[in-house]
């Protein structure tokens, strides 16, 4: 008889995911079980799950791990101590005795011998949920087989704290989210086995976080969760290479579904039993920002990359992000020296660095933050793109004549002048005061505030034309490489 697993949200789609990998290397061919958001298994393969689980446990181990005092819970407690908190699998107690009962085979340790205590122990874990008696409730996870009877409680098991940690510190914590406390979400055994999956589904990354990508099609989960294996968090090039790449080649009905449907889940530990979970959606008009502009995302904006990706998933204004890198580029050696631990200001005081007295010019890469912030309020890119083009170059152009008509380091106090009366001006939003800055730096070069500025100024242009000028104004010719 066949068995069946549903997945239907995040955490069975991270179970689903972590099972195909682990079919992946245990030599199966996971496109043979997977059918839509089901994975079908025939019964033979079905009784292979504790063999299938337990040799992702232990693939990548090495000899180190024999110098293990106590060596079941470190291989075990590594890999899903963190999401199984007092599981069948991860229970101190349950641990112990079980070494206990098989303490013989634990003398002159080898590595393939190792291996074979952690296929014995899950072997039987998973052996001993399936001898349970049944009860009349359906489970939730496939509405098709019963909940088995928890021996403690005496009552049909039911989805807690121990089957996914994360969710819930506590037995009792689940079920507060019920009318009149009562916990409704039955588990069946072969459920409880696949949610043991979800662990391996995610990934670790360099910040000790756990990241899942779930997007309602299993088989581009595990697409786009499989890139993230590679470049440990999400980055612009695993937007570029996974999220793009991905759905270029689906029917384009299905890719935009797709697209709109992308779910991402952190997972932060902060003790034993509990953790920290942060998940976000992205917008259509973001994915059509990306769409549009990752490929463009400049190099030298890599370091800040993840407050880049924050401000655009919380609905920030990357305005906000560029002028905190201005602030710290132009304030590096006085207001803020030294007295922010900020980041992005920092990020911003380095971009100024110089053996010399001048600050090194600005990349008008900086400015990519802007265009992508005017692509998601739904401007257009071309017009956009010229209106910034064409700001940038009248702040280079006022840079170049001061430079010519006083000199370079004249020049350099009339231009930080000018520029922090703009710079302030841009935090105040005050298109006066802006006016006033621009009516000044024109009057010292001896030129005429050239008309289209009139148009350029209006309220809803202001940010992209002042930042554009004042990079520009502080910028360099030629562009040097992003």
């Known amino acids: 008889m066949a068995v069946k697993f549903y997945t239907f949200n995040w955490l069975t789609a991270s179970a689903g995911v972590g099972l195909i990998k682990a079919l992946k290397e245990y030599g199966l061919n996971w496109q043979d079980y997977v059918k839509g958001n089901v994975i079908e298994f025939p019964e033979d ?31 075990i407690l590594q890999k899903i101590g963190d999401f199984y908190n007092n599981s069948i699998l991860t229970n101190p107690s349950t641990l112990s005795s079980w070494k206990k009962k098989n303490q013989e085979e634990f003398k002159n340790l080898t590595l393939e011998k190792a291996k074979e205590l952690v296929r014995k122990f899950i072997n039987d874990k998973f052996s001993e949920l399936l001898s349970y008696p049944l009860t009349e409730k359906k489970c939730f996870f496939c509405n098709e087989r019963y909940a088995y009877e928890n021996k403690k409680k005496r009552k049909p098991k039911t989805f807690g704290a121990e089957n996914f940690t994360p969710l819930s510190a506590s037995f009792e914590t689940v079920e507060n989210f019920f009318y009149n406390g009562r916990n409704t979400i039955y588990l069946c055994a072969h459920c409880e086995i696949f949610l043991f999956f979800s662990a391996f589904g ?15 099609d299993l088989t581009e989960s595990y697409r786009l969760n499989d890139k993230l294996q590679i470049e440990k968090n999400i980055s612009a090039d695993w937007l570029k290479e996974s999220v793009l790449e991905v759905v270029k080649d689906l029917e384009k009905e299905k890719a935009e579904w797709l697209y709109q449907n992308i779910y991402v889940v952190e ?29 463009e995302y400049p190099k030298m904006l890599n370091e800040i990359f993840s407050d880049f990706l924050d401000y655009v998933y919380s609905g920030k204004n990357l305005y906000e992000l560029l002028f905190k890198i201005l602030a710290g580029y132009f304030f590096a050696e006085s207001k803020y020296s030294g007295k922010v631990n900020d980041k992005v200001i920092n990020f911003g005081k380095n971009l100024a660095k110089n053996k010399g007295k001048e600050k090194k010019p600005l990349y008008k890469s900086i400015l990519y933050l802007s265009k992508f912030q005017e692509v998601l309020n739904m401007n257009e890119k071309d017009k956009v793109e010229k209106q910034i083009n064409w700001a940038y170059s009248e702040g280079l152009k006022v840079k170049e004549i001061l430079e010519e008509k006083f000199g370079k380091e004249r020049a350099r106090k009339k231009k930080e002048g000018i520029s922090y009366r703009i710079l302030d001006a841009i935090r105040r939003r005050d298109i006066d005061a802006f006016q006033q800055n621009l009516i000044r730096a024109y009057l010292e070069v001896e030129r005429e505030i050239p008309y289209i500025f009139v148009e350029a100024l209006k309220e809803e242009n202001f940010n992209r034309v002042a930042y554009a000028f004042l990079v520009g104004l502080n910028g360099r010719k030629p562009e040097g490489t992003s």
Do not use: C, H, M
């Open 202 to 216: 995610f990934t670790k990354t360099p910040r000790k976080t756990y990241l899942f990508v779930y997007v309602p």
């Open 267 to 295: 997972i932060e530990k902060v003790g034993d039993a509990q953790s920290n979970i942060y998940s976000f959606s992205i917008p259509l008009r973001i994915v059509k920002a990306i769409r549009l502009l990752i490929d």
């Open 45 to 75: 393969i079905a009784k292979k799950l504790g063999d299938i689980y337990a040799n992702y446990l232990v693939y990548d181990l090495s000899e180190k791990i024999l110098d293990s005092k106590n060596i079941l819970n470190s291989i």
